[in-house]
């Protein structure tokens, strides 16, 4: 009699807590580009002359995982055409509860690169040229993603990070929350879409890039 007891209060407490760990669902939507997000972008991420109009690019809106743990939702600036294969990823990556700092467009940082890698934000477009070259960058075209940047850094091949937060990650091993690895769900998914990894590439390593191209 006692055990039964105590085997259904054991129940009880197991059915409530998978209740209260039950998370939101997922959600995420594709739409135009709202015109108060256009307004903050021209002449910030976007200005004329660039290889890509305003028209071309779609807001992906995301509920994403912190690394605290909460449900956030995140907005991600891309090309009309990988929108949708972008949302699938971020329903994967939502279902795998991997972590991600942060996902705003990258005018909340002047447009600044160097700024939003120092936020740690996930950013997709930018209208900019390869540092140090004229050529566009693949985030003009809205066809690549940089991903959790602190953890995931821009390293050349001396070894070296620009962001100080970043050094710890200079090492890809052992693996910690938020980071790309090779067999990850990161690699996989966008691998799943047919991206490329900057994590792959020869000379400077890009672990934070993802792109349609590969570039
Ligand atoms: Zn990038």
Redesign the pocket.
């Known amino acids: 009699m006692r055990r039964a007891l105590v085997v259904a209060v054991l129940l009880l407490s197991f059915t409530s807590v998978a209740a209260a760990a039950k998370p939101p669902p997922f959600r995420g939507s594709v739409t135009a580009l709202p015109a108060s997000l256009r307004g903050t972008m021209i002449g910030l991420s976007w200005h004329r002359g660039c290889p890509v109009g305003l028209d071309e690019l779609r807001l992906v809106r995301a509920r994403h995982w912190g690394f605290d743990g909460q449900v956030h939702t995140g907005r991600l600036v891309v090309a009309r055409e990988v929108a949708g294969p972008v949302l699938d990823v971020l329903r994967r990556l939502y279902a795998a509860r991997f972590p991600i700092r942060r996902i705003v467009p990258v005018d909340a940082y002047g447009a600044s690169d160097f700024r939003s890698i120092e936020a740690d934000n996930t950013s997709a477009f930018n209208c900019r040229y390869v540092e140090g070259t004229t050529r566009w960058s693949e ?1 003009s075209y809205g066809r ?1 993603i ?1 991903l959790n940047p602190i953890e995931n850094p821009y390293v050349t091949v001396a070894g070296t990070t620009s962001h100080p937060a970043s050094r710890r990650y200079l090492r890809r091993a052992p693996y910690r929350a938020g980071m790309a690895v090779d067999g990850g769900v990161v690699v996989r998914e966008f691998e799943k879409i047919g991206w490329g990894w900057g994590g792959h590439w020869s000379g400077d390593r ?1 672990y ?2 993802f792109s349609a191209s590969g570039r």
Do not use: L
């Open positions: 985030h690549a940089d890009d934070q890039h």
